[in-house]
């Protein structure tokens, strides 16, 4: 069973560093020092983590979050795509050195470490195509998201659909459908047309 889209998880994460980037701080020669965050996410409860996130940042856009589940997951919660937005997110600050900074003994750089859990429930879905129910099944998607994301619904319905005739057309979602792409009753319809070429 596939879960939620790594890409998908990248920008729910990605958008808390971003935010991270416009906040404020005492200035101080030390708070423009390079700063490395990192952003490990995890879908299955904290079994496994994937670098989601990294970049360089001056510390004075990360230092705030450091030792703060809080303020983390506040960026999370409020800056991240919009369709995320409601998810059920949460901080692991039981993963080896998440909210604090390390400094690599080789290079001297500091890395600054938010481990993310993302969590999943399962819902029934169906893809429409042209109106036609084509696939239905059971699918994980993340806990207390209202609306699917086109991008992650275009990517279900073409892994379900690899067989002729879907698999010789173009699939795009079909804004006309009442409800499409929203859980409702903890089942979500995909709607899409089919175009030629």
């Known amino acids: 069973m596939s879960t939620i889209s790594r890409r998908s998880f990248l920008k729910l994460a990605g ?3 971003v935010a991270t980037a416009g906040a404020s701080m005492l200035t ?3 708070w423009f020092d390079n700063i490395e965050l ?4 995890s879908v299955d409860d904290g079994k496994t983590y994937n670098e989601v996130f990294h970049e360089t940042l001056p510390r004075i856009a990360v230092n705030f979050v450091k030792g703060n589940i809080n303020l983390a ?3 999370v919660k409020k800056h991240g795509p919009e369709e995320y937005r409601g998810a059920d997110v949460s901080v692991d600050s039981s993963y ?3 909210l ?3 400094k690599d003994e080789k290079t001297s750089k500091e890395s600054l ?3 993310v859990k993302l969590a999943m429930v399962e819902v ?3 893809v429409l195509v042209n109106g036609k129910s084509v696939s239905s099944g059971k699918q994980k998607f993340p806990k207390g998201v209202t609306k699917i994301p086109e991008e992650d619904a275009l990517e279900l319905a073409n892994s379900k659909l690899n067989y002729p005739p879907y698999n010789q057309v173009k699939l795009e979602i079909d804004k006309a459908y009442t409800d499409n792409l929203t859980v409702v009753n903890g089942k979500v319809t995909i709607a899409l047309l089919a175009l030629k070429g």
């Open 15 to 17: 958008a808390t560093a």
């Open 28 to 30: 101080g020669c030390s």
């Open 38 to 41: 990192v952003i490990m996410g």
């Open 73 to 75: 997951l506040d960026l």
């Open 96 to 98: 080896p050195n998440s």
């Open 100 to 102: 604090t900074f390390i």
């Open 113 to 115: 470490i938010i481990a």
């Open 124 to 126: 029934d879905y169906e």
